[in-house]
């Protein structure tokens, strides 16, 4: 049958390189990536761009350094492949094909970069890997604050220097916290944690780590439009995962811990450069756990500097100080306290189990949740916490944050997959699916984010359902097309972002998943939310990190905006409809002393404001409205507002003047800036 498919493509091929051993069969080999799906006497096969092409075979028995041997290639009957090679069975025990290659991520095996791989391996080496003070810039409570964090080996005063200003003129000195956490190496170190507050959106800042009691270099940091954003989202980093892979480099041995560690540190880097790339001006980089590889299951010193040297590989990339990240604690991050002190974490929740009277030992993380524009977050640690944990922390999320038009969560393990490893554990199936598809479901959580399996898969709308066995039911979802107030939760598992780790999927079908996909190649997603017309649409896409092409979406779902006010950081109105001035957003009021947006739901009932707006609450936007009472000003002022900023008002004790246009008056207690 084979041979008859042949002869019918064989005018569509290309000649083949003369290394190929497909070639004198008149085909290509195949790309690196793909997999197997036929075997002959001649070798193994797959398909490539609609044509055969034929598996490379390796000139070195691969499998012999994983203790196996290879393949006497007289029957080649195919029995499984993985990212390693394709393995078949001899006299009832398993032995790998050399007519196979290896389909994780090795950077060996890429030409493009070699040049920069070379000199990273130099460095990192020398210079990077021991680096346990890098910086996390993590999500505050919102979006009008950030969390930093670091290790210092100094117990002196940590500070953030934040301020608008590329000479940092008007910065201001944000004072933190340092505690002692632990020694490695004879060395101590210290967990420091930082606040920053009142940041604006469409806005440029700079700021200064004081690290040992000196100032480092300048970041820039950025924000962006509340109404049109995005978020990069990663599956499993796990640094150092590619160990006990065999590289092309080194054929007749594994990779070691700290060769696995380097090779995924550099791909880590290249995912995060190539997602910003996509992205272009990403806000918020999420993470669904295993930051690292190293569990320390068995916590000697060892193995804590290999998972230190992870991290600090994880933390490694310059862009990650210029965009706040919210991560997930994964498995492989559960056996140390390592995570929750390089992670300034916001809403942090206490899990029941640390709540005991005289508990004292660790706590490897958080619940917590934030609120960003219009979306509120929930991040799970899955690991140790109950369902009572989730509810209250789910619960406590949705009262301080009611009227966001998007819910999405986050956590490590995947209950609506089919990967072959994690999958159909117990706990996973009868624990946690048992326990948040209810939770999701009855708190309508739009979207849910998961990784832990090493595989890519996206659900139809998951709904809680009673009435089955299961427990669940769903609606279907379409690929392509606006799904419009859809019923039900969409859950999606993303793969490895460095490809250190990428596993396979259960051969039984799931009735939950509309698509599911192992491409063998790193990769990563984007959300993107818009606001436009009172309707506000969240699109969901995966790419391929090296290409950039799309591997799955656009997934889009589609509602009506519940408060078109808050990404700008205010509520809407409950107790008032007077109209104090209308802008393009719409038409604001004053409620408790604080902006709020009119909306049509917004009641005429006598609001319990004194209606006097300080400076810390004056809403500022981008935008021209229609006052003309204009105050000019000293535009030669350095010490004046920006466009856009406060410039006068009753209580209000900034600056007065512009640095250009005019300070224009509302009322009484609110002006700012207008060029």
Same mark, same amino acid.
């Given at each position: 049958?084979?041979?008859?498919?042949?002869?019918?493509?064989?005018?569509?091929?290309? $000649? !083949?390189? =003369?290394?190929?051993?497909?070639?004198?069969?008149?085909?290509?080999?195949?790309?690196?990536?793909?997999?197997?799906?036929?075997?002959? @006497?001649?070798?193994?096969?797959?398909?490539?761009?609609?044509?055969?092409?034929?598996?490379?075979?390796?000139? &070195?028995?691969?499998?012999?350094?994983?203790?196996?041997?290879?393949?006497?290639?007289?029957?080649?009957?195919?029995?499984?492949?993985?990212?390693?090679?394709?393995?078949?069975?001899?006299?009832?025990?398993?032995?790998?094909?050399?007519?196979?290659?290896?389909?994780?991520?090795?950077?060996?095996?890429?030409?493009?970069?070699?040049?920069?791989?070379?000199?990273?391996?130099?460095?990192?080496? $020398?210079?990077?890997?021991?680096?346990?003070?890098?910086?996390?810039?993590?999500?505050?409570?919102?979006? +009008?604050?950030?969390?930093?964090?670091?290790?210092?080996?100094?117990?002196?005063?940590?500070?953030?220097?934040?301020?608008?200003?590329?000479?940092?003129?008007? !910065?201001?000195?944000?004072?933190?916290? #340092?505690?002692?956490?632990? @020694?490695?190496?004879?060395?101590?170190?210290?967990?420091?944690?930082?606040?920053?507050?009142?940041?604006?959106?469409?806005?440029?800042?700079?700021?200064?780590?004081?690290?040992?009691?000196?100032?480092? +270099?300048?970041?820039?940091?950025?924000? *962006?439009?509340?109404?049109?954003?995005?978020?990069?989202?990663?599956?499993?980093?796990?640094?150092?995962?590619?160990?006990?892979?065999?590289?092309?480099?080194?054929?007749?041995?594994?990779?070691?811990?700290?060769?696995?560690?380097?090779?995924?540190?550099?791909?880590?880097?290249?995912? /995060?450069?190539?997602?910003?790339?996509?992205?272009?001006?990403?806000?918020?980089?999420?993470?669904?756990?295993?930051?690292?590889?190293?569990?320390?299951?068995?916590?000697?010193?060892?193995?804590?500097?290999?998972?230190?040297?992870?991290?600090?590989?994880?933390?490694?990339?310059?862009?990650?100080?210029?965009?706040? =990240?919210?991560?997930?604690?994964?498995?492989?991050?559960?056996?140390?306290?390592?995570?929750?002190?390089?992670?300034?974490?916001?809403?942090?929740?206490?899990?029941? &189990?640390?709540?005991?009277?005289?508990?004292?030992?660790?706590?490897?993380?958080?619940?917590?949740?934030?609120?960003?524009?219009?979306?509120?977050?929930?991040?799970?640690? =899955? %690991?140790?916490?109950?369902?009572?944990?989730?509810?209250?922390?789910?619960?406590?999320?949705?009262? $301080?944050?009611?009227?966001?038009?998007?819910?999405?969560?986050?956590?490590?393990?995947?209950?609506? +997959?089919?990967?072959?490893?994690?999958?159909?554990? +117990?706990?996973?199936?009868?624990?946690?699916?048992?326990?948040?598809?209810?939770?999701?479901?009855?708190?309508?959580?739009?979207?849910?984010?998961?990784?832990h399996d090493h595989v890519y898969s996206a659900s139809h709308f998951i709904?809680?359902?009673?009435?089955?066995?299961?427990?669940?039911?769903?609606?279907?979802? $379409?690929?392509?097309?606006?799904?419009?107030?859809?019923?039900?939760?969409?859950?999606?598992?993303?793969?490895?972002?460095?490809?250190?780790?990428?596993?396979?999927?259960?051969?039984?079908?799931?009735?939950?998943?509309? &698509? *599911?996909?192992?491409? *063998?190649?790193?990769?990563?997603?984007?959300?993107?939310?818009?606001?436009?017309?009172?309707?506000?649409?969240?699109?969901?896409?995966?790419?391929? /990190?090296?290409?950039l092409n799309v591997v799955d979406g656009p997934y889009i779902i589609e509602?009506?905006?519940?408060?078109?006010?808050?990404?700008?950081?205010?509520?809407?109105?409950?107790?008032?409809?007077?109209?104090?001035?209308?802008?393009?957003?719409?038409?604001?009021?004053?409620?408790?002393?604080?902006?709020?947006?009119?909306?049509?739901?917004?009641?005429?009932?006598?609001?319990?404001?004194?209606?006097?707006?300080?400076?810390?609450?004056?809403? =500022?936007?981008?935008?021209?409205?229609?006052?003309?009472?204009?105050?000019?000003?000293? %535009?030669? #002022?350095?010490?004046? !507002?920006?466009?856009?900023?406060?410039?006068?008002?009753?209580?209000?004790?900034?600056?007065?003047?512009?640095?250009?246009?005019?300070?224009?008056?509302?009322?009484?207690?609110?002006?700012?800036c207008e060029p």
């Open positions: 049958m084979k041979r008859i498919i042949i002869l019918t493509f064989m005018a569509a091929y290309v $000649k !083949a390189a =003369t290394d190929c051993w497909a070639t004198d069969k008149g085909f290509n080999c195949c790309s690196d990536n793909i997999m197997p799906v036929f075997n002959d @006497t001649d070798g193994f096969w797959g398909v490539e761009k609609d044509n055969w092409c034929g598996i490379k075979r390796r000139d &070195y028995c691969w499998a012999k350094s994983k203790d196996y041997p290879c393949c006497s290639g007289k029957s080649k009957n195919m029995e499984l492949v993985d990212m390693d090679g394709i393995w078949g069975l001899e006299n009832g025990s398993w032995c790998g094909y050399k007519e196979s290659v290896s389909r994780w991520n090795d950077r060996e095996k890429i030409d493009k970069t070699k040049k920069d791989w070379n000199s990273f391996k130099s460095k990192w080496d $020398k210079d990077y890997k021991n680096n346990f003070e890098r910086l996390s810039v993590f999500v505050g409570e919102d979006e +009008s604050m950030l969390n930093f964090g670091w290790y210092s080996t100094t117990d002196k005063k940590p500070y953030i220097l934040f301020g608008t200003t590329k000479d940092m003129s008007d !910065a201001q000195i944000y004072n933190g916290t #340092n505690v002692y956490y632990k @020694t490695l190496n004879g060395k101590k170190y210290y967990s420091n944690k930082v606040t920053v507050t009142d940041i604006k959106r469409n806005s440029i800042y700079y700021y200064q780590r004081n690290l040992n009691g000196k100032l480092e +270099s300048k970041v820039q940091f950025k924000t *962006y439009d509340p109404y049109n954003f995005n978020f990069i989202f990663v599956g499993d980093p796990q640094i150092g995962g590619s160990n006990s892979r065999v590289s092309i480099l080194n054929k007749d041995r594994t990779l070691t811990i700290p060769e696995g560690t380097r090779n995924d540190a550099f791909n880590w880097n290249v995912t /995060v450069i190539n997602s910003f790339k996509k992205a272009r001006n990403p806000s918020i980089l999420l993470s669904t756990g295993d930051q690292v590889d190293t569990d320390c299951y068995d916590n000697t010193e060892e193995n804590n500097i290999y998972q230190e040297n992870q991290y600090s590989g994880f933390l490694l990339p310059e862009l990650m100080r210029k965009i706040p =990240t919210a991560l997930t604690l994964g498995n492989h991050d559960a056996y140390t306290e390592n995570f929750r002190h390089h992670f300034h974490t916001p809403n942090p929740y206490k899990p029941g &189990y640390a709540r005991v009277k005289n508990y004292n030992d660790y706590i490897p993380a958080y619940n917590y949740y934030f609120r960003y524009n219009n979306v509120l977050v929930v991040v799970l640690e =899955t %690991n140790f916490n109950s369902c009572d944990d989730f509810s209250n922390t789910i619960n406590e999320a949705i009262k $301080k944050h009611p009227n966001t038009d998007w819910r999405i969560a986050m956590f490590h393990h995947d209950i609506y +997959s089919n990967g072959k490893t994690h999958s159909n554990d +117990s706990y996973i199936k009868s624990t946690l699916r048992k326990c948040l598809t209810k939770l999701f479901d009855e708190n309508k959580f739009d979207l849910v984010l998961n990784g709904k809680y359902d009673s009435s089955k066995s299961s427990g669940y039911s769903y609606n279907i979802i $379409k690929k392509g097309e606006v799904q419009k107030n859809p019923k039900g939760t969409l859950y999606i598992t993303a793969n490895c972002s460095t490809g250190s780790k990428l596993y396979t999927f259960l051969s039984e079908y799931r009735d939950y998943l509309f &698509y *599911y996909d192992q491409p *063998y190649i790193p990769t990563f997603g984007i959300l993107d939310f818009k606001a436009v017309n009172g309707k506000v649409q969240l699109s969901i896409n995966t790419y391929d /990190v090296e290409t509602k009506t905006q519940k408060c078109w006010s808050l990404p700008q950081g205010y509520p809407c109105c409950k107790n008032t409809n007077e109209v104090f001035f209308t802008d393009e957003y719409g038409s604001w009021g004053v409620e408790n002393d604080n902006w709020c947006g009119i909306t049509k739901n917004s009641s005429s009932k006598a609001s319990n404001s004194s209606v006097k707006v300080t400076k810390t609450t004056a809403r =500022t936007t981008t935008t021209t409205r229609t006052n003309n009472n204009y105050n000019y000003s000293n %535009n030669n #002022n350095n010490n004046c !507002a920006d466009n856009y900023q406060p410039c006068g008002g009753q209580n209000y004790t900034g600056p007065t003047c512009c640095k250009s246009g005019k300070c224009v008056r509302y009322n009484e207690y609110y002006s700012q």
